[in-house]
């Protein structure tokens, strides 16, 4: 098969486009603007001060470079003389939505930038979310069928299994459908039989959710300089107790912090992303009935889904004894990455960039600059199929993009006989003027006639519409194949009405094109690092001196 088109597509909301701009209202909550390299040289000095090769080296087992090119990387940044960049993502099936590769291949792009620019080693590190537990979230992916209906593949478990992180989380044998169902619904030829393989060595019962999506994310990212990371590494579990125990000592106080951040964001005029639960800790405890969030109770603690009450005292002397039952969640799962890692910038997708805008204080009562965070490349990617198909009905990938609804009825507006539209407008129109014309005379007969005829003119009106509906759902019969070609292009561009990357998973594309569209994907990707940027001043907070337990 050809190689298809990639298509660049900038964030589509207002808070995306306003941080990538520069929108000076934005700049008090991050620590600079991702295209300042003078803001990620502040964050490397504040690294540098904050993290020797010792305080490096307590993770350095739990990295898992891809390559001789990261290795070497890595052990410069062991040694104290580099950085990493982050990225990450929840163990989906299969790698989950394309963003998930995207994000991965930005973090390259930026660190080989920032390499290149600060004359130091940058390490991008993929960091896989092992804690989560929502088994939903990440049991299915999304594939187009042989006639271009987006279709669930789902991995079948039992309902009452427990909430488990998805490093103990085992797959099941449903996992076995799941792959023959994917395997059916890949083109015949190209490089079926090596995606194939691909699934089977990675994805089989036994394995847990979040080993079997690291190993497969660590083959298809075999030649790329990145490494991967877990979050339930015990390395990281033990180098990150003294942020779990700092926030739970200080939950209260960093709850605030975060509330009037948000509050600060909402009258910027940006809602905040991430809604905030009263007397919410930001850990999640690990129990028998799987992963539960800490809730504050008359100075103690309750476990929000079981209602377990808990002892301050001792929950701090268990999480002690087994740094593993603790864990973070979104907004202290970034704290943690730069708390264990030399990390000068976070490759993040439109909500985590927003999400960060809360949570900057957060940093800054862990003693912790937040990092810089840099919005992960998105693009579409245009088979050559879909290609001939818009250009032979005049269409670009744009115009395909909305509603499938509106975009056919659009269709079938432009391509109705042109004497046809003209006839519907001059009916409309000249019912439209009688009437109007009528109403503004009759009061001279009698007022109370006003009335009815704006009533007749409202069911004439909606007459001329039925007819014109009834026109439209001819054409539309008669001209069901062309519309069929149209649904099937759309259908690859914007599935369920929503960007491809958000939707769609890789291994369709891996079995067409075969592995070389990673690099292509890769190479597509710009970093522009502008020193003329205006700098922002970054985050402003209201943070008491709290007692450093990062020891």
Known sequence: MT????????????????????????????????????????????????????????????????????????????????????????????????????????????????EAALGVPVLAVFWVAADDHDWAEVDHVRVLDAYQYPRDVRVASADDTPAWPMSRRVLGPGVEHAIEEIVALLPPDGYGGDVRALLRRTYSPERTVAAAFEDMLAELLASFPIAIVSSAHPSIKTASLPVMLHELVHAEAHEALVVAQSAKLEAAGYPPQVSLTPDASN?????????????????????????????????????????????????????????????????????????????????????????????????????????????????????????????????????????????????????????????ESVPEVDVTLAGPVRSSRYRAGTEVRRIEKQIEKQFRARNGDRIEQLRRAAASIHPDGAPQERVLNVVPMLAAYGPGILSRMHDAMPVILDRSMPEWAGVSCDVHQEPNVHT
């Open 283 to 439: 850990v999640f405890l690990l129990r028998d009935a799987g992963r539960d969030r800490l809730l504050r109770e008359r100075g103690g603690w309750l476990l929000r889904r079981n209602g377990e009450r808990i002892d301050h005292d001792a929950l701090l002397a268990e999480a002690k004894r087994d740094p593993q039952m603790l864990s973070a969640n979104v907004f202290l799962r970034p704290v943690v990455e730069s708390a264990v890692f030399p990390t000068l910038s976070y490759v993040g997708g439109p909500a985590e960039t927003a999400y960060f805008a809360q949570i900057g204080c957060l940093f800054e009562a862990h003693g912790i600059m937040a990092p810089v965070i840099y919005p992960r490349h998105g693009m579409t990617v245009v088979d050559e199929k879909v290609d001939r198909t818009l250009a032979k009905m005049n269409y670009d990938v744009e115009s395909v993009r909305g509603p499938f609804a509106k975009v056919v009825s659009d269709l079938v507006k432009a391509a109705l006989p042109a004497g046809v539209r003209d006839a519907l407008r001059a009916v409309d129109r000249a019912v439209t003027e009688a009437y109007r014309a009528l109403e």
């Open 3 to 114: 190689d298809p088109r990639l298509l660049l597509s900038a964030g589509t909301s207002r808070f995306i486009r306003d941080y990538t701009t520069g929108e000076a209202a934005l700049a008090p909550f991050y620590t600079g603007h991702p295209a300042d390299i003078q803001a990620y040289a502040r964050k490397a000095a504040e690294v540098r001060d904050r993290m020797d090769a010792a305080a490096r080296a307590r993770v350095a087992d739990a990295y898992r470079p891809l390559n001789d090119a990261a290795r070497a990387k890595l052990d410069r940044v062991l040694a104290g003389d580099g950085f990493v960049v982050t990225t990450g993502q929840q163990a989906g099936l299969f790698t989950g939505p394309l963003y998930t590769i995207y994000k991965a291949l930005s973090a390259v792009r930026l660190a080989a930038s920032l």
